[in-house]
């Protein structure tokens, strides 16, 4: 008879255990299905907006400053010249063929000099810049880097190097309100994203670091050096011969 009492503590202990098991694997089911299905997705379907881009427009319609003009156009894989792809690989992340979502060479070194002295460096890769553009916000966070991380992981999973490289091209920001290589052509150089030469790719990657403070329209004596740096890159590389594994 004494023994019913505890009994039942460890029943409704069991209970408790079971239900907040059962509330974890909900909440789980339900992370990974508002994550995962999104990326799976986007594997085939182009996105309309990323999450950087309904920011800008929020911030334009509560700000009382005049507002920039928002552009954003798609362009197919087909439609972006080779030199262009090539040009961004070679300026924002050389290794983008090989790594499998993070460049922890670089990582390391951005530490080693921010360690010596030197400013901080960004070490991210065009699938990190990806995750980060399409899904989440402008944050140093730690929150904000291990959901970059996580997406990351879904996207190097889910999508081939070509549909990372075609859909950063696209949600990428290359002047104020301008996104996308289709629209930064448009807006800056009147061309078509096929028809650019090899020094006008080199000029539209050079922004891509802070495309606020460079100016495609308005090259600085800095932009142009580093276009001239982009360029070896690229030869570097080997030219168009990079690219055949995409």
């Not at 085939?44 to 911030?59: A, I, N, V």
């Not at 009382?64 to 090539?86: C, G, M, T």
């Not at 399409?134 to 959901?147: G, M, Q, T």
């Amino acid at each position: 008879m004494p023994r019913r009492p505890l009994q039942r503590k460890k029943a409704l202990g069991a209970c408790t255990v079971q239900r907040s098991l059962h509330f974890v694997g909900v909440g789980i089911a339900l992370l990974l299905a508002l994550t995962v299905l999104p990326v799976l997705a986007l594997r085939w379907l182009d996105p309309p907006y990323s999450s950087f881009m309904l920011q800008y427009l929020t911030r334009n319609r509560l700000s009382d400053s005049p507002n920039h003009p928002f552009r954003y156009q798609w362009a197919p894989w087909e439609d972006i010249a080779p030199e262009v792809k090539l040009a961004v690989i070679a300026s924002e992340d050389q290794r983008f063929l090989t790594h499998k979502g993070f460049d922890f060479d670089s990582m390391y070194r951005a530490w080693r000099d921010h360690r010596g002295g030197k400013s901080l460096r960004g070490a991210s890769t065009i699938t990190q810049q990806t995750a980060k553009n399409l899904f989440l916000w402008p944050s140093r966070s730690v929150s904000r880097k291990a959901l970059e991380a996580y997406f990351t992981v879904l996207i190097e999973t889910f999508w081939s190097k070509r549909r990372i490289l075609e859909v950063y091209l696209n949600i990428a920001e290359f002047g104020q309100g301008v996104y996308g290589i289709k629209s930064a052509c448009r807006a800056f150089l009147h061309k078509r994203p096929s028809d650019l030469t090899l020094r006008e790719a080199a000029l539209i990657a050079a922004v891509l670091p802070s495309p606020v403070r460079y100016s495609v329209r308005k090259p600085s004596a800095y932009l142009v050096r580093r276009v001239d740096w982009i360029i070896m890159q690229m030869r570097r590389l080997g030219g168009g011969q990079h690219l055949r594994g995409l």
